[in-house]
Every structure is written in C-alpha cells, then in structure tokens.
C-alpha cells in the first residue's frame, strides 16, 4: 500500500529523518563548522520536525482514525509482517509536539549553555539522533519498529550522559543507565515473543484488536502485560530499576532536561498506553502496573527530600511524577497519563533549564548548600523556577494541578482496581503530592530565597544567562502555566484532552463519583499541596531549617540522602558478587595459568603459532595441505594392507 502523501498527516514520518539528517551534519562535518552553527543546524532540524508535528495535530482534528503509513517490507518472515510503517494518531501526534516543541527548547538553550565546550558537535549530534529515536519509537506501527526507536534511545542515553567520559564518575554513569536498561529490555523481548506466539503478528493495532477478543483477565494477557511493565520500569525508572535515573545527572544539563521531560523515561509510559486495550483486559497486571507506580512514586519524594545536588533533587522528582503516570495507566486512567507527560514535560523541562542556568552562573557549583539568594540577582530564572515549582506542587489553576488531580481522580474511581487497593492508591498518591510540595518548596527556597551562602568569590559573579537561555525558559514558563487548561475537570468543565486522545487509547474504565465527591477529591488535592508548601515554609523560611538539620543528620535523613539504600543493596547482592567472581578468576588466571604452568602455556602459544601459518588464506596452500594428507592417508592404507597380508 502507497502512502497518500496528498493528506497533510502522513508527512509527519518524514519527522524522525529531519533529526536523522541533523545527526548525520553534525556527526560527518560538525568538527568543521564554526560555533554555533552546529547548534542552529540541530535546532533547525528539530524545528522542521515540530512543524510537522503541528501540520500532522491540526490534521487529526475532527478525525476519529489516524493514518498508516507503509513504508517499506522489513525481514519477511513466513506467517509474520514484519513490514517497516508508520502511524499517526491522537496518541503519537502528542507525543511527537511534546518531543519536538520542547526538545527544541532544549536545543535552542543548549546553544548557549555548552559554549566553548570541546564536544559541541558531537552534542548537539547526539541530541539530534535522540530525538529521532524517540520519534521513531512513538510513531511505530509494530512492536518490532518500536523496540529499534526504544534501544535507539538507549544508546543515545549512553553517549549523552556519559558526554564528558573523560572523568569516570560520568562514564560509569552511563554505563549504569545502558545495563540497567538491558534488563528491562530483556521484559520487552520476551513480552513481544509471547504476542508473536499468541496472536501471531507483531503489529500493534492487530495485538490490540486481538487482545479484546480473549477473556476478561486471561493469563496469557496478564502475562504479557506484566513483562512490559518489566521494560517500562527500566526505561521510566521505576521501582526497582530507577537506580540508573539519579545518577543521569553526570550529563549535561540540557541532556538531563530532554530525558527526563520529553524523551526516553516517558517511554515505559508511553508503551503501557499504546497497549491500553491489552492491558484493559487484564486487572491483575494493570493493578501490579497502579502499585509499582504508587510505591515508586512515594520512595522518590521522600529520597528527593535529602538530597543536596540541585539537579539530584529533580532527578527523584522525575522518579515520582512518572510513578504518578504509571498509577494513571494502571487505574485505566490512560488519557489523565498521557496528559501529565504533557504538563511535565513542561514544568519538569523547566526546572532542569533553571538548574542549568542556576549551574551556569554559579560556576558549575550544584551543591544547593552553597546556593541562596540567586533570585534577586537571576530575575528571569528566579520567577520562572518559581512558576515550575508551583506547578509540580500541584497549586491550582496551574498545569501540574490539573493533571495530577486527573490521576488522584483517576485512581479514585477506577473500575480495573476495584479489587486491588484503588483508594489506598489515592490515599498514597494524596500523600506523595504533599512531600512533593515540601520537597520543591525546600529546593526552591535553597536555592533562590534566603541569603547567600558558600563561597563569596563565587556569588560575586552570579549573573543573568544570556538570552539564548533565558528565551527557552520563559515560553516553557507559559506553557507551564496554560498547558493544564485543556485537560479542565470533566465533571464541571470543557475538558479538550480527553475526547481527543480517545480514539487512540482504551475505554477508559472509570466510576465516576457524585458531583459533590469530585469536589471533595478537588480540595483534598490543594489541600495536600498547600499543607507540603505550608510545611516547606515553617522548616526552611521560619525555622531556618534548624528541624530540618536534625533530622538529616538522623537515620530518615541518612536514608534519604542514600536513595534509601537501593544502590547498597544492588551493591551487596549483585555488584560485589560479581566482583568477587571476576576478582578470583583473575587470580586464577595469573596465579594457575601464567606461574603455575607457564611452559604448558609457551609450549601452547608456539604450537598455535604453528597451527597459524597454515591458516594463511591462500587456496594454494589449502590446496598443498589436502594433498599432503590425501598422501599420508593413502600411504597409511597401503601399509596396513602390507601388514595384514604379510600376517596372512
């Protein structure tokens, strides 16, 4: 089947080829090309992307059914269509405004932000080549093509927060990040070997059209969904592979912002959505989904609450938020998900560029310890971290407000976990939304308000980043404001989000309340904000953080500092293991082949040398080798036959 390139919509698959040939630029000849023009080619690249986005947005309107797009026959497998396409719904064009618009935010400030560095080309080549991959990922119309956009992300993970590799922290943060991912990966491998087996295709509309076929809670279903959950938890980082997340940090600053706001941890999300109507068929999965997302998101806030890096923070923040997500989809809730990545996407985009321009100006200090007071002397960043920091609080009439109340409502009312704890979810949630105020009231006040802190030498060059980052902070600042009004309570408002996102994504399995409980749900959500940045208030502005320094330097705040103590524990039980084993075959290698037996091994290493020279490539000597055997085996026969008739 041909494309119909006369529909606007379908030249959204050129998107991901826009950022491919960025990369390709910058990766062949950036080394060649003045700064900042790398950077304005990158940012250029992902601009057309964006527009395409938009043309492919303004194109679904009113459509009920997005377009496929067949590109090309891929590996042809008897009874399998492996065929590479494309599809544009509801669903990916969301996905494809929020990668594009804000990475190219992130783009445009990174142009300033890695001035001078002597790996600009390559870093704004490997930004290209992320955003390609994640669009490929959410534009997939088989799980095959999914999982190449999924590991191309993951590589593109590996490059860029192991960017500056020269110092090993980084590199082996990188290389964190890339093992952890694996084993996700491997739920993802298994997960689609169980839907080939099962509905015979691995395309994703005729899985999720098979899948509501079976019966209600089927095994084989809950079985598949509970191995992509296992690939989702490594790609979003949730419990308990988040371990890789925190420690992203060692990249770039923009590098951190694009991961954790429009890229590769909304993927698990994303997968889970794209999959609703399979997971819709099976409570128990999508329970274990709401659950592992509601205790991610909890053990997050209260690791966020030590922490003492200024990026560390937020990281621990993105690991909360996106538990949020996951209680969302696990709820049946799928469009209160994909509409918190849209907010988060912003404010969360936002906070990472205030703590790049924060780092910027304090001359790569990241300790918050050594920060206070830079918003009167950083206006811009000052007033548009505060705008960030009231949106993730959840304070009304901002855009995380809405969406997190969409998910508490969400989890409430969920039919799909009648059964399995839906209030104590909200309940969990309620109280995580609280720590998540405290927690960014504390960052926030640390690093803007109170009076300076540190080194004086240091505060006394504290100035304004230039335009080329303060631009991209001011329109994610609006969006962080206005972006929650298309998704406005349904219950007493014009809501816009869900009924465009419903084509694409399940029924959503929700029992709506009485009129008067969606108020309450509504209040009990500001109240938790209110009563976290109430609290975040009486510690840090009116005691002066005295009680907060007691309980630091207790066993909660120890924990806290420590991710509560989940690096340890892979420490002890894998890492140091393996180690060991390494450590004594290492020995053994040394110690039993090199000293003990020494000349068994010379005498082995001349007799391979031997071996070798008749391993030359030459047919002619292959040819003098078989003749010389076929003589000596002809040679062999004849004395034996001698000897047998000489016995005879």
């Not at 819709?280 to 709401?290: I, L, R």
Request: proline share 4%; glycine share 12%.
């Amino acid at each position: 089947m041909s494309p119909d390139w006369n529909d606007p919509v379908a030249w959204a698959v050129f998107a991901p080829a826009m950022a491919l040939l960025g990369a390709l630029i910058n990766g062949l000849f950036g080394r060649r090309l003045r700064e900042p023009l790398p950077g304005v080619l990158a940012s250029l690249a992902v601009g057309g992307a964006f527009v395409l986005a938009l043309i492919a947005f303004f194109g679904l309107l009113g459509r009920e059914a997005g377009v496929a797009v067949e590109l090309w026959p891929f590996l042809p497998v008897a009874g399998l269509d492996l065929s590479i396409g494309f599809v544009v719904d509801a669903l990916a064009a969301t996905f494809m405004l929020v990668i594009t618009g804000v990475g190219l935010a992130i783009h445009v400030y990174s142009i300033g932000y890695m001035h001078a560095d002597d790996g600009y080309a390559r870093y704004f080549a490997l930004l290209n080549l992320f955003v390609a991959a994640m669009l490929v990922l959410v534009l997939a119309d088989s799980l095959v093509l999914l999982f190449i956009g999924w590991e191309g992300v993951g590589v593109c993970s590996y490059l860029l927060i192991g960017f500056w590799y020269r110092q090993t922290a980084n590199a082996d943060a990188g290389r964190k990040a890339f093992i952890v991912n694996r084993i996700g990966d491997a739920g993802f491998l298994l997960a689609s070997f169980l839907v080939a087996a099962t509905f015979g295709t691995l395309t994703i509309a005729e899985v999720n059209a098979a899948a509501g076929t079976y019966a209600f809670g089927a095994g084989v279903l809950g079985s598949i969904g509970l191995l992509y959950l296992v690939a989702a938890t490594g790609k979003s980082a949730q419990l308990p592979l988040h371990v890789w997340l925190p420690d992203a940090m060692a990249g770039p600053t923009p590098v951190s912002a694009l991961i954790h706001a429009a890229t590769m941890v909304t993927a698990g999300v994303y997968l889970i959505a794209r999959l609703s109507p399979l997971y819709a068929m099976t409570p128990e999965a999508s329970a274990v989904v709401a659950w592992v997302g509601a205790l991610t998101a909890l053990v997050a806030a209260i690791a966020a609450t030590g922490q003492t890096d200024v990026k560390r923070v937020l990281a621990y923040s993105t690991v909360s938020q996106l538990g949020f997500m996951f209680v969302a989809v696990g709820a049946g809730a799928y469009s209160a998900a994909v509409f918190h990545v849209v907010t988060h996407a912003f404010f969360k985009g936002l906070l990472f560029l205030g703590s790049g321009s924060v780092i910027h100006a304090m001359s790569g200090e990241q300790d918050v310890r050594r920060m206070g007071g830079l918003g009167k002397r950083m206006r811009t960043t000052g007033t548009t971290a505060l705008i960030g920091t009231l949106a993730i609080a959840g304070v009304p009439l901002l855009s995380g407000f809405f969406s997190k109340d969409a998910i508490l409502a969400g989890a409430w009312s969920s039919t799909l976990l009648a059964d399995y704890g839906g209030k104590a979810l909200f309940a969990v949630l309620l109280a995580t939304a609280a720590l998540t105020a405290f927690y960014m009231f504390r960052w926030y006040y640390l690093v803007f308000a109170g009076g300076a802190r540190g080194d004086a030498r240091v505060h006394a060059k504290v100035h304004e980043s230039p335009p080329s980052m303060t631009l991209p902070l001011v329109v994610l600042a609006v969006l962080a404001v206005v972006g929650g009004y298309v998704g406005l309570p349904a219950f007493a408002f014009p809501n816009a989000i869900d009924p465009w996102l419903a084509p694409a994504l399940a029924e959503i399995h929700l029992d709506h309340p009485a009129l008067w409980l969606e108020w309450l749900l509504v209040a009990a959500s500001v109240l938790a904000a209110g009563l976290g940045l109430a609290a975040g208030w009486w510690v840090y502005e009116r005691g002066k953080g005295a009680l907060a320094s007691r309980i630091g330097a207790g066993p909660l705040g120890r924990a806290a500092r420590a991710g509560l103590g989940f690096d340890a524990l892979y420490r002890a039980a894998v890492v140091g293991p393996v180690e060991g084993v390494a450590g004594g075959l290492a020995i053994g290698d040394r110690d039993l082949l090199d000293k003990g037996i020494g000349a068994g091994v010379t005498s082995a290493t001349w007799l391979g040398r031997l071996v070798a020279v008749w391993q030359s490539g030459h047919v002619r000597l292959y040819a003098l080798a078989m003749l010389l055997g076929l003589a000596a085996i002809v040679v062999a026969i004849a004395a034996t036959v001698a000897n047998v008739g000489g016995r005879a």
